[in-house]
């Protein structure tokens, strides 16, 4: 069974910087992995993307300012994210894709985490 482990959410002020992880288990192939995140009263949004051959893809709204990388060798996913403004609070999940061989513009969430908050100060 699948499972992913986010971690790495905390409270920072404006300017500030983040790294989160997700630790996948279950499963060592490598899929495409994304980070969406849900702020309260909004609807879940996907930040990033990452596609087994490591093309990224951003939402215009954190480019240039967050970076989505992966260990393959590790099974971990992460969301480095810098200058951080106070409309980025909300909570972070990461997701795998069902299939192994599509592309971030037909990502498909097969399996979620548990998310972790991230809450951004004036």
């Known amino acids: 069974q699948v499972q992913l482990v986010e971690s790495g959410g905390d409270s920072v002020h404006s300017g500030g910087s983040l790294r989160l992880s997700c630790a996948a288990s279950?499963?060592?192939?490598?899929?495409?992995m994304a980070w969406f995140r849900q702020a309260p009263g909004k609807e879940r949004e996907r930040v990033a993307c990452?596609?087994?051959?490591?093309?990224?893809t951003y939402a215009e709204s954190v480019k240039g300012r967050f970076t989505i990388s992966r260990d393959n060798a590790q099974n971990t996913l992460f969301l480095q994210m810098n200058s951080l403004k106070p409309e980025d609070t909300a909570i972070y999940y990461c997701?795998?894709?069902?299939?192994?061989?599509?592309?971030?513009?037909?990502?498909?969430?097969?399996?979620w985490g548990q998310g972790t908050q991230v809450t951004v100060s004036s």
């Open positions: 990452i596609d087994a051959f490591g093309t990224t």
């Open positions: 279950g499963d060592r192939a490598v899929y495409p």
């Open positions: 997701a795998r894709d069902k299939y192994r061989t599509t592309y971030c513009s037909n990502f498909a969430v097969g399996y």
